[in-house]
């Protein structure tokens, strides 16, 4: 007898499906019906709740960046070390991706997840830490844009990991020195160190 599952639950149980299937195969030797059949639905029931593959990745994205939020809430080193790929982040849907149209799309759905969940938690966690040469919400987005720029000299080949660590150490330094808060991301900094 089949189980009916609400909605979130099955959404979830597509999104799971997905990733694995994304992780063990990469996300472009996966087809839609792949995904569709290790969850027993429909063509129906999966178009029910996911227009393409696409729209598959994009929800991916939005769970991963809203699961991060959830987990490190304004805690900017939390946030920092706990979405870092080189540091405590967890797989996902980026770790399957290798071509360049796929990674360009992934790249504007986490842009845009990332906008929506960590640009706040940024803004609290820097306007907690007192006065700021500037308004919280520019410095959240200069901190968002140089991690936008890491995550796309790496997806796209450009940068090796020792670039990457350097790069992103480098940045925070930076940071601290134009938010006038030295010390801001020193666990960060020592954990980058480590991974360097």
């Known amino acids: 007898m089949r189980v009916r599952k609400s909605s979130k639950d099955r959404v979830d149980q597509i999104l799971d499906v997905a990733l694995k299937l994304f992780l063990n195969h990469g996300y472009a ?3 839609i019906e792949h995904i569709r059949a290790e ?4 063509r129906g029931g999966f178009y029910h709740h996911f227009g393409s593959k696409s729209a598959v990745m994009q929800a991916l994205v939005e769970r991963e960046q809203k699961a991060l939020a959830q987990a490190t809430g304004p805690d900017l080193c ?3 070390t706990k979405g870092s790929a080189y540091l405590d982040a ?3 849907v980026e770790d399957s991706l290798s071509a360049p149209d796929d990674i360009t799309i992934y790249l504007g759905y986490l842009e845009k997840a990332q906008d929506q969940f960590l640009a706040p938690l940024i803004e609290e966690a820097l306007s907690q830490s007192g006065n700021l040469p ?3 919400e520019h410095a959240a ?5 140089v991690n936008h720029r890491i995550t796309r000299q ?3 080949g450009q940068w090796a990991q020792d670039t990457a660590v350097f790069f992103a150490r480098n940045a925070l330094i930076g940071c601290e020195a134009m938010l006038e808060k030295p010390g801001l991301f020193a666990p960060v900094l020592t954990a980058l160190d480590g991974a360097a």
Do not use: W
Request: net charge negative; glycine share 8%.
């Open 39 to 42: 969850t027993g639905l429909s």
């Open 134 to 136: 500037m308004p919280a």
């Open 141 to 145: 987005q200069i901190i968002l844009s």
């Open 90 to 92: 967890t797989a996902g």
């Open 29 to 31: 030797e996966v087809q």
């Open 78 to 80: 939390a946030l920092l």
């Open 154 to 156: 790496v997806l796209t």
